[in-house]
């Protein structure tokens, strides 16, 4: 299994910014791939805001390009997102996500627990 641990989050004032943090453990059966930052607010889907592969590649959402930034930490085993700029529209639960292959073939996805980013105007 993998166990993803968010941290961060709470409250900014718009045009501030937060840090949010995974912190995955895993078996040594499993490999990560692929981790990303979702979020999601009430009555709408949840919505990839940026991911990164196991090689370094990004992507973002268009409405945060330029503001967030997605990283990891392979000697910790974490994905950071670093939200600058913040907008009232950000204001979600942000949930990590890991995309992980066992035994080179099998492919899984985790989920953390959610972490709530409020963003005051």
């Known amino acids: 299994q993998v166990q993803l641990v968010e941290s961060g989050g709470g409250l900014a004032q718009a045009g501030g910014s937060l840090r949010l943090s995974c912190a995955a453990a895993?078996?040594?059966?499993?490999?990560?791939?692929?981790m990303a930052w979702y979020r999601q607010v009430p009555g709408k889907q949840r919505e990839v805001v940026a991911g990164?592969?196991?090689?370094?590649?990004?992507t973002y959402v268009d409405s945060v390009k330029g503001r967030f930034t997605i990283s990891t930490d392979s000697a910790e085993n974490t994905v950071n997102l670093q939200m600058k700029s913040l907008k009232p529209e950000d204001t979600a639960v942000y949930y990590c996500?890991?995309?992980?292959?066992?035994?080179?073939?099998?492919?899984?996805?985790?989920w953390g627990q959610g972490t709530q980013v409020t963003v005051s105007s």
């Open positions: 996500y890991a995309r992980a292959v066992r035994d080179k073939r099998y492919e899984f996805q985790f």
């Open positions: 895993f078996e040594n059966m499993f490999s990560i791939n692929f």
């Open positions: 990164i592969t196991s090689d370094g590649t990004t």
